[in-house]
């Protein structure tokens, strides 16, 4: 069971900025637990966008960023482009299972 | 290069036992536990549990307590995830990934489909 909220999908026209939040509580992002997203693109394995809340790895580019706020945080995707069309999925730890915990995640679609 | 590399895709009956692994490369794998991930055809991320392969200790998601079994060996740099009795819901794709506590899965493997049909 998915502890982490996320809206199912948002679009947008290229070009656009879009965002996708990610709502948690006081034993995941409420506690002061760190926020990282990920892109799924069809076919692949996860690959990590935005660590730390708002940190890019390298080769990640700087139309991805992350911000935190409370129990909520949100990944936004400026210039939207036509590869950015895949699964976003937030995560965190949660202190009360223990364990790590991933949002219920969002399809990104480029109209 | 740090990689992860997964064993290949399975095809099993329900009732059959299962054991996929998860190699490291290119990094010192007793550092970093290894998480396995689970995606069901259609579905969400989720995590299974993890197992911090210098002492072999486990921690599993309540989802998935009793039905898994995860191990490892870390004179070989390798991690497993097992079933005793497969059942058709388990059919996924599963993904091993390299994480601390609290911390981003910095790298994954490419993933194994597992598919549970009669």
């Known amino acids: 069971q998915s502890v982490l909220t996320q809206p199912p999908s948002v679009s947008g026209a290229p070009g656009q900025r879009v965002t996708i939040s990610c709502t948690g509580s006081s034993s995941n992002i409420g506690a002061g637990l760190d926020v990282h997203w990920y892109q799924v693109l069809p076919g692949t394995a996860p690959k990590l966008l935005i660590f730390g809340n708002s940190h890019r790895p390298s080769g990640v580019p700087d139309r991805f960023s992350g911000s935190k706020s409370g129990t909520s945080a949100s990944l936004a995707i400026t210039g939207l482009q036509a590869d950015d069309e895949a699964d976003y999925y937030c995560q965190s730890y949660d202190t009360s299972l223990s364990g790590y915990v991933f949002g219920t995640g969002t399809k990104v679609t480029v109209l | 290069e740090v990689q992860l590399v997964q064993s290949g895709a399975e095809v099993k009956k329900p009732g059959e036992s299962l054991r996929i692994s998860c190699k490291g490369f290119?990094?010192?794998?007793?550092?970093?536990?290894i998480s396995w991930v689970r995606q069901m055809p259609g579905k969400g991320l989720e995590w299974m549990g993890r197992?911090?392969?210098?002492?072999?200790?486990?921690k599993y998601s309540p989802s998935f307590q009793g039905h898994v079994t995860m191990s490892s060996d870390k004179s070989i740099s390798t991690a497993y995830l097992q079933w005793s009795s497969l059942k058709a819901s388990d059919t996924a794709m599963y993904y091993c990934?390299?994480?601390?506590?609290?911390?981003?899965?910095?790298?994954w493997g490419q993933g194994t489909l597992v598919t549970a049909s009669s």
């Open positions: 990934a390299r994480g601390l506590w609290g911390s981003d899965f910095d790298y």
């Open positions: 290119g990094y010192s794998f007793t550092n970093y536990w």
């Open positions: 197992i911090d392969p210098s002492d072999s200790s486990t």
